[in-house]
């Protein structure tokens, strides 16, 4: 029953307790606020009638910044990957690559549109900012790991991308990577929406 912080290690009711958090706006923020994590408030947007972009911020500091930098999600989304970010991905980075990660490479978070692009079908929770694509991290020493790129390598790079593709499972919702099909082979896709998978 403690109260989530982005702070703490990740336990059993990680998951639960940031989607959870996650729809309280004042709450969200405050987690993020306490655990170091500075952000700008977002106005809201709505496009074609199905997407919708509510209580979306973006990162400002605090955390291993974006590159684009321009990522706008929701809180519960925002809440979700700073927790990975600070409980996943620097530590492994440390134990499988002995640095630390400096920046995360990104296709983006909005975009409006259905599941996969399709005419007709579920709606994607990229449409309403709640999912983020990682598409790669760039190291202190200037080395960068890539998702397309380094996936099945055997090696530091490849354990280091699916252990932290493990480990997001433990904090979002759904987590699609390049085991799951061909469209996720150029990155991760972490969501706090839709339905429990982890891939």
Known sequence: WKTLSVIDPIGVATKAKAARTGEDAAACRAVLTQGGISFREVQEASADGMCQVHDALRFTGGMAPFRPADVSMTCKEALAVSIWERQVVQPIAFEELGEAVVAIDNYGSYACRRIYGQAEGPISEHASANALDVAGFRLANGETISVLKDWNDSGPKGRFLRRIRDGGCR???????????????????????GGALCR
């Not at 904090?171 to 929406?193: E, K, Q, R, W």
């Open 171 to 193: 904090v979002f919702i759904t987590v699609l990577s390049p085991d799951y099909n061909a469209a996720h082979a150029n990155h991760l896709h972490l969501d706090m929406g």
